[in-house]
């Protein structure tokens, strides 16, 4: 047998082995991951520390690495000395043999050592620029303005494509718009700096229209943002913008092509309104809110966010045309390609990343070399962390970066497995949605605690017609300006496709089952990561066949029990740490009392009521890490409601109070008057004067009760009934307190509310979910969550099991403080979710 013919034993009819995975850069990208993480939430003393730390660990790998060279080039030279002997050939000619136990030496190297060096290297990049960053965002005026809650005048530029802000359900406020603003001067309190910092900013409807990249100045109010967040600043504003000056000429450019993309599919179905210029080119401003939802429910979004997968499509398109050229020539064409679609779908941070992963997967398809994607993977990961360190907090990079990932190094010894029971084409159309649903899921269920039943065959069903909307969708946008007529044509024929989208979300969305509840918080997510680990690996043992799935049977069924069975799912005992980051409401653990925490700002909160005496609602505020209220409400004065005054006043600031108008029990009101004599008071009505107002990022509104009920409900027995009933709103969570009242305030609440938008998505139950609910006022309110404040074995009976009924029916997910303990709410994008030690 020749040299280069078949190993002896080998079965020419089996597949060559897969080639080894090159983990090498695995490491330095993990560390460049995690120092980001870490540092940004710090100060920059801090990370200069951390940074000094890893320079002397560099050195020292340093070290190592010359040492185990200089060791590695004294073994190869004793072991080529006297490693050879010289033997006569059998035709006279001498031939080289080795003594028995010596080897050829290539190069010395340490692969450990080097790979350690790599590593804190790599640290020590990311730190050192992120100390940069955070030195530049922490000094100068803006700094300085946003520490102090000022308000400013802002200059700069438009980062991002406004949005509108999801408003609250009920509150029937103005609509709200949201974008980025490069801030490049900043003036306030008498002077004016230079800035080179991004702002979150919040305006009224006048905004809606401001193009990318134009320049505008707008007076606002700063809100700091928490620490690890990448914004600078809140920025707040009622005022229309003063425009400046226009976009460049390639903004203008895109601005242009995508106006007229909306134009032409004006008259198109909602559907197709929504979903071809999302697809196309991600403007998903259109996309009708019900078809959004059933999008979330079946893991369809990614198809309106511009990811990898459309930069392949096009890619692979242009590509394609341009076969007949030389390679040199594809590849120049293809990046200019890259380049013009970056740009035409806006050239923000979760598109440039997108662009970035795409491109890494493609060019190792393209190369035929999929074993190098993941070393590109990571040199992408690391590259874009040093250029932006907050990128290490975002879910949209998680979310990419895993997505890639598991293409990369699952789909294809999935497909393999799969080709044993379908078709190659079949297995491949499967392995692809399913790797990047294994490895995503788990950070999935940190924005919405659920699970996606049927995101594998949806994925899989919508998949063949994404292509050809991308690629119609564009080309409609390229036409547009110059034949409106045709590009109306191909958006006609793209929304044909994007029916079929439409119709599998709402198909699967619609069956039973179609979102599982699943643990919020790291909790659940580390649950997820390790059902899924162990199911993939119970799964790759089995052989396809029979008798493999008479093993697996049994994991299907355990799995399926699991997710189904509604069983309690203690995730405060899991590790996450005590809040949540980026937590908007806190219900405190009081006991049998009431304490609401809304989120106003860094370190800074609205706090509804203050527990009793011995709730230590303090602790609560102290773990929260709040220093400061911004305002402080106390709805009623009975001492579970009041009788922590004292102590939350010795632990925080407060810059103003709302106090019921309602007198009683007893003296409890004149003694809370004289604690609050340093902080300006109100007594609010909810139709007079004072009723609305804001505190921090927070719009604040009193509900009940009017000066008639105030009047009418006199002496102790009216306490409760007299409670403030406020909604307390941030962009996106609307929040109901509603004190102690009883059936009579209820009643009369509802008949305010009446024809009115009304509903919350939090809703502190009365009365700590006693009996005394009104039908008529949950209904209204339709809670998404509704809380319960309540302490473990009181003697009322609290929480009442028909209260409890009566907000679960209506479909809001019950929580109760004597059994789930504090209880934490945080945005998941478009929904919320709820941590605590109990199951959502």
């Known amino acids: 047998m020749s040299a280069d013919g078949p190993r002896r034993g080998a079965d020419p009819a089996q597949p060559r082995a897969p080639a080894p995975v090159d983990a090498r850069l695995v490491p330095a990208a993990l560390a460049a991951w995690l120092g980001a993480f870490v540092a940004v939430a710090r100060t920059p003393p801090e990370v200069l520390v951390l940074a000094a730390v890893t320079g002397a660990g560099a050195l020292l790998a340093a070290v190592a690495l010359a040492r185990a060279r200089r060791a590695g080039r004294r073994r190869e030279a004793s072991a080529t000395t006297g490693a050879a002997t010289t033997q006569p050939h059998s035709r006279g000619h001498p031939r080289t043999t080795r003594r028995p136990g010596a080897r050829h030496r290539g190069a010395p190297t340490s692969p450990p050592a080097a790979a350690a060096l790599l590593t804190v290297v790599v640290l020590l990049a990311v730190l050192l620029t992120t100390a940069a960053h955070l030195h530049a965002r922490h000094s100068g005026l803006l700094a300085d303005l946003t520490t102090r809650?000022?308000?400013?005048?802002?200059t700069g530029r438009v980062g991002t494509e406004p949005r509108a802000v999801a408003?609250?359900?009920?509150?029937?406020?103005?609509?709200?718009?949201r974008l980025m603003l490069r801030v490049e001067e900043v003036a306030g309190r008498g002077e004016t700096s230079g800035a080179a910092a991004t702002v979150v900013l919040v305006g009224p409807l006048a905004w809606a229209e401001v193009p990318l990249g134009a320049q505008v100045r707008v007076r606002a109010g700063l809100v700091a943002t928490a620490p690890g967040d990448g914004p600078a600043a809140l920025a707040f504003t009622d005022r229309t913008p003063?425009?400046?000056?226009?976009?460049?000429?390639?903004?203008?450019?895109?601005?242009?092509?995508?106006?007229?993309l909306r134009a032409v599919t004006a008259d198109l179905p909602a559907q197709a309104r929504g979903l071809v210029p999302?697809?196309?080119?991600?403007?998903?401003?259109?996309?009708p809110p019900e078809l959004a939802a059933d999008m979330r429910a079946t893991s369809l979004t990614h198809l309106t966010a511009v990811s990898g997968a459309h930069i392949a499509i096009l890619l692979g398109a242009v590509l394609g045309a341009l076969v007949w050229l030389p390679r040199a020539w594809r590849v120049g064409l293809g990046a200019v390609a890259l380049v013009a679609f970056v740009t035409l779908v806006r050239p923000e941070a979760s598109v440039?990343?997108?662009?970035?992963?795409?491109?890494?997967?493609l060019a190792a398809l393209l190369l035929g070399r999929p074993a190098r994607a993941l070393p590109g993977l990571c040199a992408a990961v690391t590259l874009l962390l040093v250029a932006d360190p907050w990128l290490a907090r975002s879910y949209g990079f998680v979310l990419s970066v895993l997505a890639t990932g598991g293409l990369v190094l699952l789909a294809r010894p999935w497909a393999r497995w799969l080709s044993h029971l379908v078709p190659r084409c079949v297995a491949t159309a499967l392995a692809v949605p399913a790797a990047a649903q294994a490895v995503c899921a788990p950070v999935v269920v940190l924005l919405t605690p659920a699970l996606s039943t049927y995101a594998v065959p949806a994925n899989l069903l919508a998949a063949p017609a994404v292509p050809p909307v991308t690629v119609l969708g564009v080309a409609a946008t390229l036409l547009a300006p110059v034949w409106p007529a045709g590009a109306h044509a191909l958006a006609v024929t793209a929304g044909w496709c994007t029916w079929w989208i439409a119709a599998v979300a709402g198909t699967f969305a619609a069956l039973p089952g179609a979102q599982l509840p699943w643990p919020p918080g790291a909790g659940g997510a580390l649950a997820l990561a390790l059902a899924t680990v162990v199911a993939v690996r119970v799964l790759a043992r089995l052989r396809p066949g029979p008798a493999g799935w008479r093993r697996a049977a049994p994991v299907v069924v355990v799995v399926a029990t699991l997710a189904v069975v509604p069983w309690p799912r203690v995730t405060g005992w899991l590790p996450g740490g005590w809040p949540p980051a980026g937590w908007v409401v806190i219900q405190c653990d009081v006991g049998q009392g009431g304490a609401v925490l809304v989120r106003s700002g860094e370190r800074a909160a609205v706090m509804v009521d203050v527990g009793p005496v011995d709730g230590r609602a303090e602790a609560c505020l102290s773990a929260a890490?709040?220093?400061?209220?911004?305002l402080l409400v106390l709805t009623h004065g009975h001492a579970d409601h009041v009788g922590g005054l004292t102590a939350v006043l010795a632990t925080v600031d407060v810059s103003a109070a709302l106090l019921t108008p309602g007198d009683g029990p007893g003296s409890s009101?004149?003694?809370?008057?004289e604690q609050l004599r340093d902080i300006p008071v109100t007594r609010p009505v909810a139709d007079g004067g004072g009723t609305r107002g804001r505190a921090g990022a927070v719009d604040w509104e009193v509900l009940w009760p009017p000066a008639a009920a105030v009047a009418r409900l006199r002496g102790d027995d009216g306490v409760n009934d007299l409670s403030l009933v406020l909604r307390l709103s941030v962009p996106g969570v609307a929040v109901v307190a509603l004190g102690d009242?009883?059936?009579?305030?209820?009643?009369g609440l509802v008949r305010r509310l009446r024809g009115a938008p009304a509903a919350a998505d939090v809703v502190v139950m009365a009365h700590h979910g006693s009996a005394l609910q009104d039908d008529a006022l949950a209904g209204m309110l339709r809670p998404r969550l509704a809380v319960v404040s309540v302490g473990s074995g009181n003697e009322y009976g609290h929480p009442a099991p028909d209260a409890v009924t009566l907000y679960g029916r209506l479909g809001a997910v019950v929580q109760r403080t004597d059994t789930c303990g504090p209880i934490a709410v945080v945005r998941d994008g478009d929904g919320l979710a709820t941590v605590s030690g109990c199951p959502p």
């Open 352 to 361: 440039l990343r997108s662009a970035v992963m795409g491109a890494v997967v």
């Open 741 to 747: 009242v009883e059936l009579a305030g209820q009643a």
């Open 278 to 287: 999302g697809i196309a080119v991600g403007d998903d401003r259109a996309l």
């Open 149 to 154: 809650g000022a308000s400013a005048v802002l």
């Open 669 to 673: 009101t004149a003694r809370v008057l």
């Open 625 to 630: 890490g709040v220093e400061r209220l911004d």
């Open 242 to 260: 003063e425009v400046q000056a226009g976009p460049g000429w390639p903004l203008a450019a895109v601005n242009h092509l995508r106006g007229s």
């Open 167 to 177: 408003q609250p359900q009920g509150r029937g406020s103005a609509p709200r718009y």
